[in-house]
């Protein structure tokens, strides 16, 4: 019995390694200047992230150092590859110090967002700010987006993304959550659909696509929460 439960925790650590190795693949992808396949890798993460948790506790081994392990290749996958990718493609020409705190701020605000997410009690409707799976992917697919309006997307605009998303993430405001606790699909019927939706589009648009489906999240969650807090009180 202590051997299948072994296998099974070594099971968990190989898919929490794997995660963290695509961060690390995504961070060199990022420095040969090919953002478009670090983007890849980081949605490929973030699929396994979505999963973790729900196959250890179907195992039924959950652990604190499962917990600790997973919230440090979040870390790699999620806070520094966005934080690497700010700083090779988007703070040229600023005073040297404040591209690095600029640069720095995915990764400090997202390192944040984790250590809360470790602390709050768990709830399977909705994240407590925005989730860094979300904060990586919104960043690498704006740095591939060629769709229309690409003009507008400055220097200037960017940092400005990089300080509202930083303030998103240690937030309180809700946001959807995609972790199952299980695989029923009348009780997971809108995580389903709204997984499902981006695949699809993915499929039959390409990468383009990826950084409206990001902005669209992030702008469905805001849009639900100001109105519960002006009309739901």
């Known amino acids: ?5 072994r296998q099974r925790q ?3 650590r190989d898919r929490t390694l794997t995660n963290m190795f695509l961060g690390f693949v995504a961070i060199g992808l990022i420095i040969k ?10 949605m ?12 250890a506790r179907l195992l039924g ?5 499962g917990m ?7 870390t790699v996958s999620f806070c520094v590859v966005p934080s690497i990718l700010v700083y090779s493609l988007y703070v040229d020409g600023l005073q040297p110090l404040l591209g690095l705190l600029i640069s720095f701020m995915p990764l400090m605000f997202g390192t944040i967002r984790l250590a809360k997410f470790n602390l709050a009690d768990e709830n399977n409707n909705f994240f407590e700010g925005l989730p860094t799976p979300a904060n990586a992917l919104f960043f690498i697919s704006i740095s591939s ?6 003009s507008l997307i400055t220097q200037e605009l960017f940092v400005g993304l990089i300080l509202f998303f930083s303030f998103l993430m240690i937030s309180n405001i809700k946001f959807m959550n995609f972790k199952f606790k299980s695989f029923d699909f009348q009780r997971n019927k809108e995580k389903y659909i709204t997984l499902l939706i981006p695949f699809v589009l ?32």
């Open 33 to 42: 200047n090919q953002p478009l396949k670090a983007g890849v890798a980081i």
């Open 68 to 74: 600790e392990f997973d919230s440090m290749a979040d």
């Open 61 to 65: 081994i959950e652990s604190k150092f």
């Open 202 to 233: 993915l499929l039959l648009y390409g990468h383009s696509i990826l950084f409206l489906i990001v902005s669209s999240y992030v702008i469905y969650s805001l849009s639900k929460a100001l109105i519960t807090r002006l009309y739901l009180k």
């Open 1 to 5: 019995h202590k051997e299948y439960r």
């Open 145 to 150: 987006y060629n769709g229309p309006f690409t």
């Open 10 to 12: 070594m099971c968990i």
């Open 44 to 55: 490929i993460a973030g699929m396994l992230d979505v999963f973790d948790g729900k196959i």
